[in-house]
């Protein structure tokens, strides 16, 4: 934590700097696409040969998603490409797990007056991760009244969206997602006190995805930003050590500013519908950086 704290103070002490060295030239106000609200994409892609570098994450007492960083590339305007360490499913175990991910946007219809945008997404992990925890007892007793001591498999998973964005009127847009998701897990080891159970096979299952977001104009460079979305995660038996797929409720909300024509701050709140009460709620901050290399 101490770790991912300081990063980020590195970071924007670096900015600040760079704010102060331009202090004399006027900046014009944020002039670019991020594509997204904090999470769930929408129906924007990014401007064209836009390249945007993303750094932040979601920080909390007990839950934390740790330190996220992305790297995506606007293609000529009708799609985008991005490299991202946010993950794509929640933890059975609330710690950090992070994986490398992979996703292409592809725009099908722009916004119009009487049409929403349209835009296609898919988004996957590159390779298969293993999620472990080897002390239940002490770090998720409820899962230990068994006998159950550890557990570990690796999963990836590939996700397939459709996002619909539309102006409702001069200050605000509505964002609809809907997906499937092709989930893989495999090599499970469930460890009890006297036993131990391992099923090495291969299992599939398909999930739903949903999303709806909103941005709300408060200022010529500030947005109110809010959004609600599922995630899969996989629910523990704590008799057998066996694991299921099931889904999660995340949702977040908070504050968006231009706070140049290339620099874009989102920070706000993050709750999952399985966090036991209002302390469980995570700060978001992420710090993002636009570079158009035609200019």
């Known amino acids: 934590m101490k770790f991912n704290f300081s990063l980020l103070l590195i970071f924007f002490s670096l900015a600040g700097f760079l704010f102060s060295q331009d202090e004399k030239i006027p900046e014009k106000k944020f002039d670019h696409n991020p594509g997204r609200l904090f999470s769930i994409p929408t129906a924007d892609v990014q401007n064209s040969l836009d390249l945007a570098l993303l750094v932040g994450g979601s920080f909390g007492l007990e839950n934390s998603d740790g330190f996220l960083g992305s790297v995506s590339f606007g293609l000529g305007g009708y799609g985008d490409i991005e490299v991202s360490t946010a993950s794509l499913l929640g933890s059975v175990f609330s710690k950090t797990e992070n994986f490398a991910s992979i996703a292409l946007k592809i725009k099908i219809i722009g916004e119009r007056e009487n049409i929403p945008g349209i835009a296609v997404t898919l988004r996957t992990n590159n390779d298969w991760y293993q999620s472990s925890n080897f002390d239940l007892k002490e770090k ?72 709806i977001g909103f941005d709300f104009q408060l200022s010529e460079i500030t947005y109110l930003i809010a959004e ?68």
């Open 140 to 211: 998720k007793p409820e899962l230990a009244q068994f006998g159950l001591r550890s557990l570990t498999y690796d999963t990836r998973i590939t996700h397939l969206i459709i996002s619909f964005s539309k102006k409702m009127n001069d200050f605000s847009r509505v964002h609809l997602g809907f997906g499937i998701g092709d989930l893989r897990y495999r090599n499970l080891k469930s460890y009890f006190v006297d036993s131990f159970f391992i099923d090495q096979s291969e299992k599939m299952k398909n999930t739903f995805y949903g999303a």
């Open 228 to 295: 609600a979305q599922t995630i899969p995660y996989f629910k523990v038996d704590p008799k057998t050590g066996l694991i299921s797929p099931d889904l999660r409720k995340v949702f977040s909300g908070g504050l968006r500013v231009g706070i140049n024509r290339w620099l874009l701050l989102d920070s706000g709140f993050r709750y999952q519908d399985n966090y036991r009460g209002l302390a469980d709620t995570e700060v978001k901050i992420s710090l993002q950086a636009f570079i158009n290399v035609i200019k």
